[in-house]
C-alpha cells in the first residue's frame, strides 16, 4: 500500500496513513495523530521552541 509524507519541517514529518504519525525527528519517535486537524496548528510551527 502506498503512503504519503508531509514534511512540516526538518525536524517533523507526517505519515498520510490511517492512523496519521508524526514522526519526531530531533527525538527518535513516532506519536498517532489523533484528528486531521492537528496538521493545520502544526503546519503554523516554523521554529523549535
Known sequence: MASATY???EL???R???PLV???LL???SVRLPDVR???F???LVEPC
Open 7 to 9: 514534511v512540516l519541517n
Open 12 to 14: 517533523m514529518r507526517v
Open 16 to 18: 498520510l496513513d490511517e
Open 22 to 24: 508524526c514522526d519526531l
Open 27 to 29: 527525538e527518535g519517535t
Open 38 to 40: 492537528l496538521l493545520a
Open 42 to 44: 502544526l503546519g503554523r
